[in-house]
């Protein structure tokens, strides 16, 4: 949603008439499968938001300078005329695919292969829409051509420079050590709990800090954890965090190891999705092996027993990626794009 919304708002700032639509009734992510479930939270959501008044929107929504309007469902008749309109996930890509010529030029923003909690023929077959697809990695953009033999024009997202940044690092002695909580099996978090009791019984002076939206898995004691952090807060985690553990095994593109990095946090990531597109082993990285139970043991030990090439990673990683992930870049390419 971050990117949706930076990308709304960049656009708006360049003079832009942008809308952002949200249906009230939610999209069926099983189509054809648990038909009265979806039924039955369907009424539950209309209901919800017809009782909710004028607070329809949630407190914590990500800052924005354009329109968001909400509609019974995603359809002609509840959609402006427009230039240009753009999917931002599966279920949003068919009915940007029915939409009238009227509703202008169809794109379709890929940020990952969406396959978690949906009926996966529906998924793989928006990939085949025909609608201009916009992706942002070469490991999305590899993935739809050589899945479903799709083209794509491959956009770097760019980094919030105003939200991630550290201009007085400081080191800890012995390192803090942190990762994400998250709720999806590809994230593989019950890796990343494996490798902080390993590092811990070895080490026993580090600190750990993990962090999420809220905490699905039971954590060790040693790990301290923050839930739902805000733009301050998940900031100064990045910022006192001294090796960023990234367990993930498959991703679309894999922010949180970027904006550690932006934080001047070493990061030991799985070489899965653009992490080796944005970071480089041993230059402003350490890449692990996403087989190897044990590979992101191996490079926070390495990092662990040599305090010195934390401080060479994460200063080398800090200059590194607030050049390769550049917003102005984005928004601009990402503009002529769809002004074609």
């Not at 739809?144 to 919030?160: A, E, T």
């Not at 390769?324 to 601009?332: A, C, E, K, L, Y």
Request: with cysteine; charged share 25%; hydrophobic share 35%.
């Amino acid at each position: 949603m971050n990117i949706i919304f930076q990308y709304a708002n960049r656009l708006h700032d360049r003079g832009h008439d942008v809308v952002v639509y949200t249906p009230v009734i939610p999209f069926n992510l099983h189509k054809n499968q648990l038909r009265w479930y979806y039924l039955k939270y369907q009424v539950k959501s209309l209901l919800k938001w017809i009782t909710a008044g004028k607070n329809k929107l949630p407190s914590n929504i990500y800052p924005y300078r354009f329109r968001i309007k909400f509609v019974p469902i995603m359809h002609n008749m509840f959609v402006r005329d427009a230039d240009v309109s753009i999917a931002t996930s599966w279920p949003t890509s068919y009915p940007v695919h029915h939409f009238s010529s009227s509703k202008g030029r169809k794109y379709y923003l890929i940020q990952d292969y969406e396959i978690w909690n949906s009926n996966t023929k529906l998924v793989d077959r928006s990939y085949t829409l025909p609608l201009k697809r916009i992706v942002c990695s070469k490991h999305m953009q590899n993935l739809l051509k050589d899945k479903f033999g799709s083209d794509s024009k491959l956009i770097y997202i760019g980094l919030d420079r105003n939200r991630f940044y550290n201009e007085n690092k400081v080191y800890n002695d012995p390192p803090v050590i942190s990762f994400q909580d998250h709720s999806l099996a590809n994230k593989n978090v019950e890796g990343a709990i494996y490798i902080a009791i390993k590092l811990k019984n070895e080490y026993p002076g580090l600190r750990f800090q993990a962090f999420g939206v809220k905490k699905y898995h039971e954590l060790p004691d040693f790990i301290v954890f923050t839930e739902n952090p805000d733009d301050k807060t998940l900031t100064q985690i990045y910022s006192t965090t001294d090796i960023f553990l990234f367990s993930s095994k498959y991703e679309g593109f894999g922010s949180p190891p970027s904006e550690a990095m932006a934080c001047k946090s070493a990061i030991v990531a799985n070489r899965v999705a653009a992490i080796p597109e944005y970071s480089e082993h041993m230059i402003n990285a350490i890449h692990t092996d996403p087989d190897d139970v044990d590979g992101l043991y191996k490079g926070a030990k390495l990092l662990i027993d040599n305090p010195e090439l934390i401080r060479q990673i994460s200063e080398a990683a800090y200059v590194h990626i607030r050049e390769f992930m550049n917003w102005d870049n984005s928004i601009i390419e990402f503009e002529n794009y769809i002004s074609k």
